[in-house]
């Protein structure tokens, strides 16, 4: 449950000192991936060590002894594979969670209205693209691996958080309904074109690197 309370603290702290509980999450899952990675970097160099490492990067086959538990050396990489599975198993309750709750929200969409006409493929195909390809340039980050970044990107959980957060925050009445109905609609729409597309693409950028 370090998940669980790591997301816990770092938003009722953010929510504290008036900043973004969003973002905060974000900045704390990173510093726990790199200390995870550090710890199992740093006591996994030697060949008996890496098969502990790589527990921290890859699903288990086996499960972790006692003795692999407590052992100064191969605790923290066994406990980096504990956490990375159960993270991998409370995304997907979430995602599933997300998607029935915005599927239920879909039927006050008009998906009729003007500006989703345009608007949406606009946010898929040009502004998240280009903006993604552009934050990565200072990067080492090949020309193929900003277009995949930059076409998957992130599927609409950072947009219904805000969504939500301009809701509560003074936003209301005939614009409240017009961004929710935008965004519920792109949100929509990123979840059919980038899930239908994620399998050809990746299997496309695989066999380009050799993956």
């Known amino acids: 449950f370090l998940a669980l309370g790591l997301i816990g603290l770092s938003y009722g702290a953010a929510l504290l000192i008036h900043s973004y509980g969003f973002l905060a999450v974000f900045a704390a899952g990173l510093a726990l991936r790199r200390v995870e990675r550090e710890h199992s970097d740093q006591h996994g160099g030697d060949k008996n060590e890496a098969p502990a490492a790589d527990a921290a990067s890859e699903p288990a086959t086996e499960p972790a002894t006692e003795e692999d538990a407590t052992h100064p050396e191969r605790a923290p990489?066994?406990?980096?594979?504990?956490?990375?599975?159960?993270?991998?198993?409370?995304?997907?309750?979430?995602?599933?969670?997300?998607?029935?709750?915005?599927?239920?929200?879909?039927?006050?969409?008009?998906?009729?209205?003007?500006?989703?006409?345009?608007?949406?493929?606009?946010?898929?195909?040009?502004?998240?693209?280009?903006?993604?390809?552009?934050?990565l340039l200072p990067t080492s980050t090949s020309l193929g691996q900003r277009a995949i970044i930059g076409w998957f990107g992130v599927r609409g959980i950072g947009s219904l958080y805000y969504l939500a957060y301009a809701l509560t925050h003074g936003l209301s009445g005939d614009e409240a309904a017009t961004v929710a109905n935008i965004t519920l609609a792109i949100v929509a729409a990123s979840v059919v074109v980038h899930g239908i597309s994620v399998t050809p693409l990746m299997a496309r950028y695989s066999r380009a690197n050799d993956v």
């Open 77 to 135: 990489a066994v406990m980096a594979s504990a956490v990375l599975a159960f993270n991998e198993q409370l995304e997907r309750i979430g995602e599933v969670a997300m998607v029935l709750i915005l599927g239920a929200m879909l039927a006050r969409v008009s998906w009729t209205a003007q500006p989703l006409l345009w608007l949406i493929p606009v946010m898929l195909l040009g502004v998240r693209p280009a903006a993604t390809f552009l934050g």
